[in-house]
């Protein structure tokens, strides 16, 4: 088969991919750090940045232009995932690039395709998570420092900025690139005719434009304290969360492409023998850089506390980066049929598309449509002006509890020991209207949970409103927010604040009513908002609004 051929055949296998990255983007499940960048993004786009805690990686500046078309949570959401369909074919791209081919040469394409069918990326890959911007960073800074040509004049200059602008993407990610840097500044690579000196000045600068950049951009959106504090008590909360292996996180590789664990080794199993001092002065040619880069994201992940399996995303791009090229390389230098290309094809075949192909399958039973009905129910329930709140960000378009609006690891400790952060005290001065339950309302206190159980009426087990069922023969009901609510009473009949009431619509003022019912009889009390003018039927619900992590 000629090579002219076998491009056309895999640009067809790539083509088939770009619509099934479409397709997934747009029916995958969503995770609650997805909701947590999408809801960032409309707060910054529509300027309520400065009520919120706000902690905006750098990307999201660009993302908010994106959710300010969408005019409901659903086409945010939306066209959020499409937005990193383009973050998804970058690391592809990027991964091709690394082999050290270009678009015009046979192994771009089929580096392009092996790295299409890694399951890794296909799971993290397409979240609007920071992992994404992030692993672009990393690769293309990988691509500058250990060019194939000629090191371009301000090629240090700009990967300084990129490191920069990784650490404001995504801090815990410095660790995986740090080490790599000091082997540019202290052992030039053989295209480099840069002096000592002059790398560290274009490398220092570099960070400096990039520290200014994610200053300015702050400045301009007013949220540069904030984000400081929210830095700090991300830190704090993060040092202080529980820590646990990062055993989850390698089953995820092993189960989904373990192609990946042989190319996260080679650049260990291909270092040639040699000292100290010649692996070091040869570090660009012998597979030390490859060892490095691959040993720093080994050692990121290992000293990260929490090692959710999300992070197989950077461990499986690098792992293709900086191995794939050395595996192509080999494959190439066996003859068609013999043992060593059937291996290596089986090896293709068996320990990474099949594993895909089980994954894929997989992702599609994880489907959004229960999160995509939960946000057009939310919208239904209310109007711009009433509040959503569910510990994550679902319901981009209402706005939330101020200045707490999601909750997790790193924030959970303060809404449990800082008075003005209790979940009772945000409540009572921003009454959501709506309550959707995830998980991460397990990280707050009994107390907490208890005051939210006692003020909101489950309509389904994932979707709450404020309200009462009360029981013959009666009691107290604080309604926290004045407007439109449905009542439902019992054959018996019951009465409100001494007023006799049927079954249907009525309005009612924030403060406390009585209600008296006679055995046998009761009231119910939710929720109806401006739109409604009675309650639909949602059906029973699912408590698992967003997946956990550690199942993914």
């Known amino acids: 088969m000629t090579a002219d051929h076998l491009k056309k055949k895999y640009v067809l296998v790539i083509g088939l991919l770009l619509i099934l990255s479409l397709y997934v983007a747009a029916t995958r499940v969503y995770q609650v750090d997805e909701a947590q960048n999408i809801y960032e993004s409309w707060l910054m786009g529509t300027g309520r940045s400065g009520h919120y805690d706000l902690y905006a990686p750098i990307y999201l500046f660009a993302l908010q232009f994106v959710t300010r078309l969408g005019s409901s949570a659903e086409a945010m959401y939306l066209s959020a995932r499409l937005v990193w369909v383009a973050t998804f074919w970058s690391i592809l791209v990027l991964i091709a690039r690394c082999t050290g081919s270009s678009w015009k ?45 000629a090191l371009w004049r301000y090629g240090h200059l700009l990967a300084g900025s990129l490191l ?14 740090a080490p790599l840097f000091l082997l540019v500044l202290f052992v030039p690579h053989p295209l480099d005719s840069t002096s000592r000196s002059r790398r560290m000045l274009h490398t220092g600068l570099g960070l400096l434009g990039g520290l200014v950049l994610f200053v300015t951009l702050h400045l301009a959106e007013g949220s540069l304290g904030q984000v400081l504090r929210e830095f700090r008590a991300l830190y704090s909360g993060v040092g202080g969360a529980e820590r646990f292996g ?3 996180l390698f ?11 042989l190319f996260g080794a080679l650049p260990f199993l291909l270092l040639g023998r040699d000292s100290l001092r010649g692996w070091i002065r040869n570090a660009w040619t012998n597979g030390v850089a490859e060892l490095i880069f691959m040993g720093s994201v080994l050692l990121g992940v290992l000293l990260n506390p929490v090692p959710f399996p999300y992070n197989s995303l950077p461990l499986a791009g690098i792992a293709l980066a900086t191995g794939l ?57 209310t109007g711009p002006g009433d509040r959503v709140f569910d510990a994550a960000g679902l319901v981009p378009g209402r706005d939330s509890l101020q200045p707490t609006w999601f909750v997790h690891l790193g924030n959970a400790q303060a809404l449990q020991s800082d008075p003005a952060r209790k979940i009772e005290t945000l409540v009572r001065a921003n009454p959501p209207a709506v309550l959707i339950p995830t998980y991460r309302m397990s990280y707050l206190d009994a107390d907490a949970q208890s005051f939210l159980e006692g003020h ?18 009666g009691g107290e009901w604080e309604c926290l927010l004045s407007g439109h609510y449905w009542v439902g009473v019992g054959q018996g009949g019951a009465s409100i604040d001494g007023q006799p009431m049927e079954t249907g619509a009525h309005d009612f003022v924030k403060g406390s009513h009585s209600i008296s019912a006679p055995a046998g009889s009761g009231a119910t009390i939710l929720w109806l908002g401006p739109n409604l003018s009675a309650p639909p039927s949602l059906g029973k619900g699912s408590p698992g609004v967003f997946p956990i992590p550690i199942q993914m």
């Open 105 to 149: 040469e046979e192994r771009f394409w089929k580096a392009l395709v092996i790295a299409g069918f890694t399951a890794p990326i296909w799971t993290y890959g397409l979240e609007v998570r920071h992992d994404g911007p992030a692993l672009i960073l990393m690769l293309a800074i990988w691509l500058l420092v250990n060019p194939r040509k």
């Open 164 to 177: 920069a602008v990784l650490f404001f993407c995504s801090s815990k990610h410095i660790l995986y690139v």
């Open 246 to 248: 990062p055993w989850a």
């Open 251 to 261: 089953k995820t590789v092993i189960q989904q492409s373990p192609l990946v664990l």
């Open 325 to 381: 090229p050395a595996f192509l390389r080999w494959l190439e230098d066996q003859a068609p049929r013999s043992p060593g290309w059937a291996i290596g094809h089986g090896a293709i075949l068996f320990a990474l598309c099949l594993p895909w192909t089980v994954q894929f399958a997989r992702l599609l039973e994880m489907d959004n449509g229960r999160q995509v009905e939960l946000m057009n129910l939310a919208e239904r329930f």
């Open 456 to 473: 909101y009426f489950p309509l389904a087990e994932d979707f709450w409103v404020l309200g009462k069922s009360q029981p013959a023969p």
